[in-house]
């Protein structure tokens, strides 16, 4: 009995000092601004029941499409609602397209351009199930007419 004991003690300090991956994810998440050819992702935590949202600001340069995935990381059954809004140029403000993730199917959303520019746009994250710290991943992908991937950037501007 006293080996048993000593084994849940062991393998109790094992579990309480090593950070759970999903923490390692919100760090990344909440760091600083990811630039490059996408795409580009970005992992993130939502963690207060319902009463949370998480904002992002993406932007494409000499774009025509911005297409945002968003994932429930491991899959394990929350259901999260993504909401793209256009800021720039003035012929995509407050256009908006919205999808739901949930366990292995992920959200889809969109922005064209009539032309080629530079997008900037919001995406906001909605976590609609009652679980504790929801896992997601955002990634940002800009094409231009024929399809081309482009260089953006990601950076969270609201983490709860």
């Not at 993730?101 to 976590?127: C, D, F, Q, R, W």
């Not at 007419?145 to 953006?152: C, E, H, L, V, Y």
Request: charged share 15%; hydrophobic share 40%.
């Amino acid at each position: 009995m006293k080996w048993f004991i000593a084994i849940l003690l062991v393998l109790g300090m094992g579990l309480a000092t090593s950070p759970a991956p999903a923490a390692d994810r919100a760090q990344e998440a909440a760091g600083e601004e990811t630039t490059g050819l996408t795409p580009l992702t970005k992992y993130g935590i939502i963690g207060c029941l319902n009463f949370c949202i998480d904002t992002y600001e993406l932007k494409c340069t000499s774009s025509k499409y911005m297409y945002v995935d968003m994932f429930d990381d491991f899959a394990d059954g929350e259901t999260f609602w993504g909401v793209l809004s256009g800021i720039t140029p003035t012929s995509i403000y407050a256009h908006t397209s919205q999808d739901w993730a949930n366990g292995v199917v992920g959200s889809y959303t969109s922005i064209m351009l009539p032309g080629t520019g530079s997008i900037k746009a919001l995406y906001s994250i909605y976590e609609t199930t009652t679980a504790f710290f929801d896992d997601y991943s955002v990634t940002l992908y800009c094409y231009n007419a024929s399809f081309t991937a482009k260089s953006g950037s990601i950076n969270q501007k609201q983490n709860q």
